[in-house]
């Protein structure tokens, strides 16, 4: 009984620190409909941005995390403005294959600019173990996936409660409509993207602090992607409710079915439960359903 309690604890850790990379995705998806593959790549790019200016802030967590998020959110306006404004008319795959490209430049440049090797992230989370009933729980870990949880919660009300976050969503279920209404789509897409530069920053951030920032920490998108589409790629909540589910399962099956196969069933599991939701929703948990008329 203490595995299992061991296994869930950890794996509503970790799926809460999922749901925040989760976030980025839905972010861009809510925002201009556009569904962003270079998401790891721009989480692995704020980073390194923080790690860097760790270093020139003189450990400055607070300096170097702002001035990373600024830096972002530079770097996601001029992706929408330069990249995807052009290809707003284009098919969907046009753009999709725009995302892939400009992570696999990021994922280049990279190293070329900061090398290869591990930075280290200065954290402000408490450092040590808290141990309850058996369970041990990493204090890094457990207080990463409360700050994720703030920022997550801040991000839900920004969209059900001010005009910009409802405006957003509008350009996102119908840009045709929203523009005749007077909402200026441009300007919301360079926003959406601006926004999803500063999740980055922080996700870089907290990820960094947990495991180091190096040129791997881009992957992690390619790996959270079940998430985005168990959850519904344009639903907060399902990022969340999804992070917490892949966290979970993944958990389960490297501990309890890893040591019977001999390992790397945790990093089927998460595919397997995915395909069990859409084979039910194909929209995935908290996805809607879209009903065209013709």
Do not use: C, H
Request: proline content about 3%; charged content about 10%; cysteine-free.
């Amino acid at each position: 009984m203490t595995l299992f309690l061991q296994l869930l604890v950890n794996g509503v850790l970790i799926g809460i620190l999922y749901a925040l990379l989760a976030l980025g995705f839905v972010l861009i998806a809510k925002g201009s409909g556009v569904i962003n593959f270079a998401q790891g790549e721009l989480v692995l790019l704020g980073g390194y941005l923080v790690a860097v200016l760790l270093g020139a802030s003189g450990e400055n967590v607070f300096v170097a995390l702002g001035g990373a998020m600024a830096v972002m959110v530079i770097v996601g306006v001029v992706i929408e403005r330069g990249v995807l404004r052009p290809l707003v008319n284009e098919p969907l795959l046009s753009l999709v294959m725009a995302t892939i490209a400009i992570g696999t430049v990021i994922r280049g440049v990279v190293p070329l600019i900061w090398g290869t090797s591990t930075r280290s992230v200065t954290t402000v989370f408490p450092t040590g173990t808290l141990e309850f009933g058996g369970i041990r729980v990493q204090q890094p870990v457990l207080w990463a996936a409360a700050f994720a949880l703030l920022f997550i919660g801040a991000f839900a009300m920004f969209f059900m409660r001010s005009r910009m976050g409802l405006a957003m969503q509008a350009v996102s279920d119908d840009r045709i409509a929203s523009q005749s209404l007077g909402v200026d789509t441009r300007r919301i897409n360079a926003i959406a993207w601006g926004t999803s530069g500063v999740t980055a920053a922080f996700t870089g951030y907290v990820w960094g602090s947990v495991l180091g920032v190096d040129p791997l920490l881009g992957m992690i998108g390619i790996l959270v992607f079940p998430v985005v589409i168990l959850g519904g790629i344009d639903s907060i909540a399902g990022a969340l409710v999804g992070g917490v589910a892949v966290g979970i399962v993944e958990g389960m099956a490297g501990g309890y079915l890893d040591p019977i196969v001999g390992g790397g069933f945790s990093l089927v599991a998460p595919l397997l439960l995915l395909l069990i939701v859409l084979m039910v929703r194909p929209y995935g948990l908290f996805g809607r359903r879209e009903i065209e008329r013709v």
